[in-house]
C-alpha cells in the first residue's frame, strides 16, 4: 500500500502537467490548516521526519474538527444513494498558515498529502482571489481522492493535525484514542462521480494507476 500511494502521486502528477498553473515556489495562498487526508498519508509524513531526524511540530488543536462531515468515498455513497449529506459543523476550515509552512515553503513537500498536491490554479491565487482550473482536473482529484481513502481501508480520514496526532507512536495511547474520536473511519469505494463527457478520461486514468499499482479497484455504481 505505502507504494501505492506515491504512485497514484505520480500518476495525477503525470495528468496535472498538461495544465499551465500559475503556482510556483514560495506561493503558499492555498497553503492553509485546511487539509485532509488517510491515515496512510500522515504515516508517510511521520516516517519522512524521522528519517530527515526532525519530529512533528507542535501540532494545533481546535475544540470543532476542521473536517467536513463525511470522507471523499461516504459523500460519494450518499450521492449515488440520492441522499443529502449531514450538515457540517460551524466552522469546518481554517485558513490560517499551514503549521508545516516555513518561509512560505513546504517543509514536507517530496510527502505532501494529495490534498495539497490537488490544490491548482490557472490565475494567481493571491490577486484573483480564488483559484481556477480546469473541470477535469477537479474530476480526477475526486477520484484520486476516493482511490486513496479505499486504498487506507481499515484506516481513518481527517484534518492534518488530527491525523499526524494519531499515526504518531510517540505520544501515550491515551492521547491516541482520544484523537481518534475526531477521525472519520475510511469507506470502501462505492462508485465514481463522474459526468459522461469526463468518463474517457477518467477511464484512461483508471487504467494507468491499475497497470502501475497492481491494485484492481472494484468499482460498482459508477455515476
Excluded: H
Amino acid at each position: 500500500m505505502s507504494l501505492a500511494i506515491p504512485t497514484l502521486y505520480q500518476a495525477f502528477a503525470e495528468e496535472a502537467a498538461a495544465i499551465a498553473f500559475a503556482c510556483g515556489p514560495g506561493c503558499a495562498t492555498c497553503c492553509t490548516r485546511s487539509v485532509t487526508l488517510t491515515t496512510a498519508e500522515g504515516a508517510l509524513i511521520v516516517d519522512f521526519l524521522r528519517a530527515a531526524g526532525r519530529g512533528l511540530p507542535e501540532l494545533p488543536r481546535d475544540q470543532v474538527p476542521l473536517r467536513p462531515a463525511v470522507t471523499a468515498n461516504g459523500l460519494a455513497a450518499l450521492c449515488l444513494a440520492g441522499e443529502e449529506p449531514p450538515p457540517e459543523a460551524e466552522s469546518p476550515w481554517s485558513f490560517e498558515p499551514c503549521f508545516l509552512l516555513q518561509d512560505g515553503l513546504c517543509t514536507i513537500y517530496p510527502v505532501r498529502p494529495f490534498a495539497c498536491r490537488s490544490f491548482g490554479s490557472i490565475v494567481n491565487c493571491g490577486q484573483a482571489g480564488m483559484a481556477e482550473a480546469p473541470a477535469w482536473f477537479l474530476t480526477l482529484a475526486i477520484v484520486t481522492n476516493q482511490l486513496l481513502e479505499d486504498l487506507d481501508r481499515g484506516g481513518a480520514w481527517g484534518n492534518l493535525a488530527d491525523v499526524l496526532a494519531f499515526v504518531d507512536d510517540g505520544l501515550g495511547e491515551g492521547a491516541r484514542e482520544a484523537t481518534r474520536e475526531r477521525l472519520l473511519p475510511n469507506r470502501p469505494l462505492p462508485g465514481l462521480l463522474v459526468l459522461p463527457e469526463e468518463r474517457a478520461r477518467v477511464d484512461r486514468y483508471l487504467a494507468k494507476v491499475w497497470e502501475r499499482t497492481g491494485v484492481e479497484f472494484m468499482v460498482s455504481g459508477d455515476g
